[in-house]
DNA sequence: GTATGTTATGTTATATTATAACAATCGTCA
DNA sequence: TGACGATTGTTATAATATAACATAACATAC
């Protein structure tokens, strides 16, 4: 639960490490980051703001990539499926996993402020989704949690500058 | 926790109670429950299914009502800000809220088979989120919990059928 | 009861997000 | 090579949602 999304990080870090774990990852399924992918997949990266299809579209056009819709939600199926990103149900968005190697549920802290999505791994969230599914004999097969609200940067930067 | 949108029961009864309670909420706090509004309301309480803006959108013109999206979209803000129905983001749909009189976020079950949605009120997924945000110093402001699945009275159906 | 401001609705157009359908190309391996 | 499956190109359209501005209904004050 350390270096996360909000706080300051060297980001090219997150990039590099992101790009290298699918490359391998990729291999080792025998399942091909072609360039357009891969490329999806760093534009993904760039940031931990979670990005929208379109403008996806709107960087592979710039850079000479075909740029009809089904090229970047056909890379974003391919990434999705290999647990590469998550979508974040409530903005329409993408965002990159952090931990492709075991497939998992996103669970969200989305900053109203600054747009970075930072990634939970909780087995209490887990587990209390567990119990209530259980207590309705409901078998879950995968869930959606997002929290909006404001990152403790955000709250610093608003708590400095209310105190003039 | 009895009562659940699954299982068989009197869903008449949730119809009108849904209906009084809505007239109920809006008079205390002096807003109006005008005629579209509460048409949506009642489309929306047909059943534990989710619906759509535009098959509310399509049943509201068969009915003479004004069939512009302006229209559904503005009854379902309202809606929505008196806490008389949620919106799934999965899948775009929405679904009238069980307790609307205290504010709240939803949570959801919702069955892959009969798609109906059961609205739960969990204390501990609520303080697992809270715990999870509290380390990192994120301040919560709202929240969107989806857990997709079979439920019980499906799982039993499938169960049946399969034992020839 | 008329003026006035506010809330709600009507109307047209358009933005945003996502998929269908089919053709062309690329990669792989017999 | 050639046959096959996977990938990409291309065009069109579906599905979801909002912007912008005009009109109507409702409430309160005068
Ligand atoms: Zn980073
Ligand atoms: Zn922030
Ligand atoms: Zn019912
Ligand atoms: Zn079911």
Redesign the pocket.
């Known amino acids: 639960m350390q270096a996360t999304a909000f706080s300051p990080h060297d980001h090219t870090h997150c990039i590099s490490s992101a790009i290298t774990h699918a490359k391998g990852l990729c291999a080792e399924r025998d ?2 980051l ?4 891969q490329r999806v997949l760093e534009l993904i990266w760039q940031s931990h703001k979670p990005i ?4 996806l579209l709107a960087s592979l056009a710039k850079e000479g ?2 740029s ?4 970047v ?3 974003l ?2 990434l999705s499926e290999q647990g590469l990103l998550h ?1 974040l149900e409530s ?3 993408y965002v990159g996993c952090c931990n492709p190697d075991t497939p998992h549920q996103g669970h969200f802290l989305l900053c109203q402020v600054c747009h970075q999505a930072q990634e939970l791994d909780s087995q209490y969230i887990t587990l209390a989704l567990k119990v209530s599914a259980d207590q309705h004999g409901f078998e879950m097969h995968h869930h959606t949690i997002e929290v909006v609200g404001t990152c403790q940067e955000c709250l610093n930067k608003a708590n400095m500058s209310e105190a003039t």
Do not use: C, H
């Open positions: 399942v091909r072609t360039p357009v992918r929208g299809a379109y403008e990539f075909n009809a819709p089904p090229t939600y056909r890379a199926d391919f979508k903005i329409n968005a």
